[in-house]
């Protein structure tokens, strides 16, 4: 064998073999989600909306309960254990979103959690409240759907340049939000 067929052989091989660690490595087997991955995103925001909309449900069953005559004892055996329970699930679900979302969708996790902590009171105090938490889910809903959704490559500058100018809308549309609060 002469050494420049010795030499086409084992680039051949070397080739065969970076072919083949790439398809290994790119192999994810079903099922098996990865932190920080679309999917464990998709099932994060999905936990943690529908803890925010279970906890949403319960507050205004509270305060539908507070504002009926004699509602004191249906109030502290059903409502409150409801809505204790809803609120512990709503936290646990914003720290394990903490854990794999990018830091513009925590930020609206956390504007989401903080609107539904204040539903309290009954009356007018609860709509104004109510209305402030619809604002902040949709708010939350659109940033997680834009994340989910738009995964710009690095050949795709357009795509790049769309999410930055996303960005920055969500950024001044969150301070605007800050500053009459």
């Not at 079903?30 to 464990?40: A, L």
């Not at 949403?56 to 004191?72: I, T, V």
């Not at 936290?91 to 979103?97: K, N």
């Not at 794999?100 to 925590?106: H, L, Q």
Request: glycine share 8%; aromatic share 10%.
């Amino acid at each position: 064998m002469e050494l420049a067929s010795v030499g086409a052989a084992t680039a051949g091989v070397r080739a065969v073999g970076s072919v083949t660690t790439a398809l290994i490595g790119r192999y994810r087997p079903v099922g098996v989600v990865r932190v920080g991955s679309p999917e464990d995103r998709s099932q994060t925001y999905r936990r943690f909306i529908e803890a925010a909309a279970r906890f949403g449900l319960n507050a205004a069953w509270a305060a539908s309960a507070r504002e009926q005559p004699k509602s004191e004892e249906p109030f502290f055996k059903v409502v409150l254990p409801a809505l204790r329970a809803s609120g512990n699930e709503l936290v646990c679900a914003l720290f394990e979103l903490r854990l794999c979302a990018p830091v513009y969708v925590i930020g609206a996790a956390e504007k989401l959690a903080a609107a539904a902590s204040a539903l309290g009171g009954t009356g007018e105090e609860f709509k104004q409240a109510n209305a402030a938490y619809g604002q902040a889910e949709n708010a939350f809903l659109e940033v997680a759907r834009h994340d989910l959704n738009y995964h710009p490559k690095w050949w795709q500058p357009w795509r790049r340049q769309k999410e930055k100018t996303f960005r920055r809308k969500q950024e001044k549309a969150i301070s605007a939000q800050g500053s009459t609060a």
